[in-house]
């Protein structure tokens, strides 16, 4: 069974920073894309950050709003990935959800999503 469990949500004021984890296993690292996305009250769910498969080479892609400001990285010995956010403002305020979806030959098709976990920006 996949699990993809998210810690680091929270309250932080405009400007400040917060680190999610996304806590997976190796295979998943291996085999799947890893991506944050965010859902805002009322709005769709956006991709806002991605990053391929250990098997795929492991590139990054950023939504044009974090664009540096937003830093998605991966720990192999932890199995974990890591979404830094830095310079946070009111509109990244948003339900954050960890996802794997499979980009190799082997898991093309399967996608996988975590419970979420809120971020809130104050002005």
């Known amino acids: 069974q996949v699990q993809l469990v998210e810690s680091g949500g929270g309250l932080v004021q405009t400007g400040g920073s917060l680190r999610l984890s996304c806590a997976t296993s190796a295979i998943i690292l291996r085999r799947y894309t890893m991506g944050w996305f965010r859902q805002a009250p009322g709005k769709q769910r956006d991709l806002v950050a991605s990053?391929?498969?250990?098997?795929?080479?492991?590139?990054?892609n950023y939504a044009t709003s974090v664009k540096g400001r937003f830093t998605l990285s991966r720990d192999n010995a932890k199995n974990t990935v890591y979404l830094q956010m830095n310079n946070l403002e009111p509109e990244d305020t948003a339900v954050y959800y960890c996802?794997?979806?499979?980009?190799?030959?082997?898991?093309?098709?399967?996608?996988?999503w975590g419970q979420g976990t809120q971020v809130t920006v104050s002005s």
């Open positions: 996802n794997a979806k499979g980009d190799t030959l082997f898991t093309k098709g399967s996608e996988y």
């Open positions: 990053l391929t498969s250990v098997s795929s080479g492991g590139e990054t």
